[in-house]
């Protein structure tokens, strides 16, 4: 019997050494170094090749010159979700490999539970290792769409079983809820180790590509929001989606981190419901709050998500400090950049904020990016501070620089476009968008603006 190996992994970030090491060279983390037992032969064949596939359903690759190689689009699946193929790009590409992280309670399999019940034509497979037939019944019949569904529910965890019932249903579709609690016979450690996540993963990935069957992996997350296991799991898979939101709250994004097919930069928005999760078709509307009156230190800004715009509402409050050293608090936006605005207020403008507290908050628990919301956030600062109210029905789009000039943004005539059809009757942006700007063709006030005097004079006077 030949011996088996043993190296150690760290349950970190997957960094393999052949001895026990205090601390990771890779993640530079303490004390995360276990001790597997992994098994290298070449003479064992993969549990995907294990089993009795027919040769002819694999494809055979050779090589090819480029030129001669005929392109053709691919034929996406689309789903009846509408935010789930605009993240995934205009749906499901066959043979894609698709990762989706979240926080524990987030409704990760609720959504991928709702995604194969509601493909009647898609013979799909549910496969679970963390819960029995019965509590996934029950969740479907809660989601009421098990009527109609074609849907197989498996609860197994060990993928030479699970790649066996893949060969008896055939299905077009798997689901594997979730990667953690896999193991294959192939390596010789616990489920959830470092080896046998990528090894179960491996196996699958070679399966999804030889079959041309698109494969959905739930994954676990970490305490600081990564995806549990080796780095190398985000590399191998073709899509990574990290479902977001607080469980105290009814709304979820889902966003796309990583996509080899399309933009990773797009988002979905969720409302999460008792008979599960409902499509937000217009999400600027629940992003601004409703009030009766004015409240100072409130803008609107006009930001784009991917190819989507979106009015979000900017909130800022200015106080005097009670302490020696002023805060800066931000949520949803990089504090950072804050800091950065604050200085430009002050050094260009005169506004004396280095013994004041700012407190910044993007409303409806958005992580926003997009430097065309600096604009709104230096308007609802001032207006905290002066405690003047902006108008209601104006929202804002452009990028401050150092200098205190307002430089154009992207794609302008979506922003405008989402304003005039949410009802603003006016909206602030850089003179150097107006370039080619047909501004007559909207129903909707442009106020172009060269720098930051441009703004305190039509909003402060």
Known sequence: ???????????????????????????????????????????????????????????????????????????????????????????????????????PGIGKSTLMLQLALGIPKVKTLYISGEESEQQIKMRAERLAQSATANCYILTETSTQQIFKQIETVQPDMVVIDSIQTLHSSQIESAPGSVSQVRECTAELLRFAKETSTPVFIVGHITKDGSIAGPKVLEHMV??????????????????????????????????????????????????????????????????????????????????????????RTSTGFDTKRLSMLLAVLEKRFGFRLSAQDVFLNIAGGLRVEDPAIDLAVIAALISSQQDIPLPSQVTFAGEVGLSGEIRAVNRIEQRIAEAEKLGFEGIFISKYNTKGLDAKKYDIAIRPLATLEDLFSALFG
């Open 238 to 327: 073709d899509t990574v989606l990290q479902f977001e939101g607080d469980r105290n709250h009814v709304y979820r994004i889902l966003r796309a981190v990583k996509n080899r097919f399309g933009s990773s930069s797009e988002l979905g928005i969720y409302e999460m419901q008792g008979s599960g999760l409902r499509e937000v078709s217009n999400p600027s509307e629940i992003m601004i709050s409703q009030r009766d009156e004015p409240v100072s230190g409130v803008a609107i800004a006009a930001m784009l998500e991917g190819m989507r715009p979106l009015m979000i509402e900017v909130q800022a409050l200015v106080s005097n400090s009670a302490f020696g050293t002023p805060q």
């Open 1 to 103: 019997m030949a011996k088996a190996k043993t190296t150690y992994f760290c349950q970190q970030c997957g960094y393999e050494s052949p001895k026990w090491l205090g601390q990771c060279p890779s993640c530079k983390q303490w004390n995360t170094f276990v001790e597997e037992v992994v098994e290298k032969t070449g003479s064992k064949v993969p549990e995907w090749r294990s089993t009795t596939t027919p040769t002819s359903s694999r494809r055979t690759n050779k090589a090819a010159i480029i030129n001669e190689i005929v392109y053709q689009d691919e034929q996406r699946l689309t789903t009846p979700d509408k935010e789930f193929n605009r993240v995934l790009g205009g749906g499901i590409v066959p043979g894609s490999l698709v990762l989706i992280g979240g926080e």
